[in-house]
């Protein structure tokens, strides 16, 4: 399967991910992970982060967002 068959299958789950732990919609929450470091290295072969799961990725977008330790619900 090529890579962007890969990551056109990943993110709309990472995308639904942010938007439900996050409480935005799903517009807001594309943005989010757009604009992000995670969606960089995503989109960059060389990663190999293109052969991870969706919530290993969401995990990561988590930690770019410090939100694993964080007591909100809100994006910082």
């Not at 990725?57 to 694993?68: A, N, R, Y």
């Amino acid at each position: 399967m090529a890579h962007a068959t890969i990551k056109a299958t990943l993110i709309p789950e990472i995308v639904r991910m942010i938007a439900e732990k996050f409480h935005l919609s799903e517009e807001e929450a594309m943005d989010q992970f757009y604009t992000s470091r995670t969606a960089e290295a995503l989109s960059d072969s060389e990663t190999g982060l293109y052969g991870q799961s969706a919530l290993f990725v969401f995990g990561l977008f988590c930690q770019e967002k410090d939100c694993l330790t964080s007591n909100g619900n809100e994006l910082q």
